[in-house]
């Protein structure tokens, strides 16, 4: 496959182009455009430039508020709300992330739920970001009903991620992010697009057969990853960051698409927990005994989630991203 090299300048200046000649305002297209190039640098290819013709799909569709301004509600000692308004995810996260941490630095740990969002993206930004404050963070969001519960075989779950980090003394937090599903959906996407077959475990057909074809996955169903564990953490998103914070499942998010094909609407649940909440002054010390399994974990070959994806961000910011041609193809016709 043909590859273009860009530095991670030019993927910021065409992700801020794109969403711009769409229409989004200015404070959402840094937002967005941060969380796209992100994605690139650490060479998650399916939540990277690619978003870029999807987060366009979501508002030619009419399904984003283009200037939403969250509204940002006090709720509780340890409870932020942030009302997307029906915008992207990334300024309501943006726009309430200093009050989390100032609730969980104050109370040992505290929620953020951000509501009436497009969520079009990767979880890990948020947790990076909220674990460089010194804080453990979780994070949760159902998107759409394309996924089957173990033991069915038509679509009812998300594809609903799960995203965790630990701040590291001195070096960068221990971060993992992934789907419930066996794989994320835009993954099965990138496939499509390249005409590539899928591993067996990803999908079934329209009928409930196994397929390795993307199309006729996507058409019938995915499926979680670990069978009835992946299964019960995907039901658990469903419910945390669904009904739990007054937003919608990934059936009613699918249902409100209307066929539209534009990205999940609904909920986020983000967790902060300060070490020092149940520590005190000892928490620099376990801290450092955590970083015993780290190393140990090392020593036996195994690789830290998050490892693959700081030497990619190195390596990017060094030399740049390479990206398929007719990706890029594909974004500049966004220009026209
Ligand atoms: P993967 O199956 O690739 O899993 C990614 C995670 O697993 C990363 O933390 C990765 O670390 C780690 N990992 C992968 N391989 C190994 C390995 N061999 N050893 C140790 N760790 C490993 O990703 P998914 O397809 O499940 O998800 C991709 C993205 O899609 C996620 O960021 C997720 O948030 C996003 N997504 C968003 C949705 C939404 O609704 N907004 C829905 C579904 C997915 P590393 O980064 O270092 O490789
Ligand atoms: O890849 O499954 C996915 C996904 C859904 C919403 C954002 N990404």
Redesign the pocket.
Known sequence: MEKVRLSVGEVRELAEAVLARHGLSPDHVKAVAETVIAGERDECA??GVYRLLVCVHTIQAGKVALDAEPAIIDLAPSLVRADARGGFAQLAFNRAKPLLVEKARRTGIAALAVNNCV????LWPEVEEVTREGLVALAFTP??A?VAPAGGTRPLL??NPIAFGWPRPGSNPFVFDF?T?AV????IELHRREGRPIPEGWGVDAEGNATTDAEAAMAGAMLTFGGHKGSALSLMVELIAGPLIGDMTSTESLAADAGAKA??LGGELILAIDPKGFLGALAADHLERAERLFEAMAAQGARLPSQRRYEARARSLAEGVCVPAKLIQDINALLD
């Open positions: 399916s939540h969520h079009f993206a990767a998107s759409h394309w998300g594809t789907a599903s994320a959906r835009g993954e990205s999940p």
